[in-house]
């Protein structure tokens, strides 16, 4: 269960580390001269969006492991590593092919022309709620071989280190942390996602959960 526990733990540290998932709050907050203690609420608002339907889809996936598990355990405890190992592939062929323009928290000028914190807000909520994070959904395939705890666990993991590191970020980033250089973290989201997925998935096959 440790071995579950840890990967939860790196899967749900590396993903909103990403600047693509706080940088743009951050030009938000000064284009509207939001205060720092409303741009911290609408991390909070925005990325509980994020992490929401990616629970609810892990769920969804988790469960339909644990259905398979019941008739087909050692499949899944096959299959399941072999999905992350597969998927955390298919990541690392994409960032040889990517132009390396990331697109999934963008500021477009629709969003710039809101009037108003809650339409802006709003707005982010449902850019973010229909772009769940696959590698966490891999993930919860595995979970499942731990049955209903293993979900609890990547879905408690993943919900807080996603809020804290955002929160965080963000809260730095206004004091002037996002004048460091991020172009690699940037530009290399999948490449870094699918190592980490073939290191999780390998574990997963070669050491007892």
């Known amino acids: 269960m440790w071995q ?3 990967g939860s733990l790196l899967l749900g540290l590396i993903h909103p580390l990403f600047p ?6 951050i030009a938000i907050s000064k284009a509207e001269k939001w205060t ?3 741009t911290i609420g609408a991390t ?3 990325g509980f969006s994020h992490t929401l339907s990616t629970i609810i889809i892990g769920i969804i996936v988790g ?3 644990i259905k398979l598990s019941e008739s087909y355990s050692q499949i899944i405890r096959i299959a399941a590593p072999l999905i992350l190992i597969i998927i955390g592939v298919i990541y690392l062929l994409l960032d040889l092919r990517s132009s390396h323009h990331h697109h999934h928290f963008e500021i477009d000028n629709e969003l710039k022309n809101r009037k108003t914190k809650a339409a802006i807000i709003f707005t982010l909520c449902i850019g973010l709620f229909f772009s769940p994070c696959i590698e966490i959904e891999a993930y919860y395939f595995q979970a499942a071989t731990q ?4 979900i609890l666990i990547v879905s408690l993991i993943y919900l807080i280190m996603t809020l804290s590191i955002m929160v965080t970020l963000v809260y730095l980033g206004l004091k002037g942390i996002n004048k460091f250089n991020l172009h ?3 530009h290399h989201e999948k490449l870094i996602t699918g190592i980490v997925l073939i290191v999780l998935g390998l574990l997963a096959y070669f050491v007892e959960f």
């Open 36 to 38: 720092n203690k409303e």
């Open 184 to 186: 690699f973290l940037d």
């Open 4 to 6: 579950l526990f840890l």
């Open 147 to 150: 049955g209903w705890i293993g």
């Open 44 to 46: 909070l608002i925005t």
């Open 20 to 25: 693509n998932h706080w940088i743009p709050l």
């Open 63 to 65: 469960f339909v492991g």
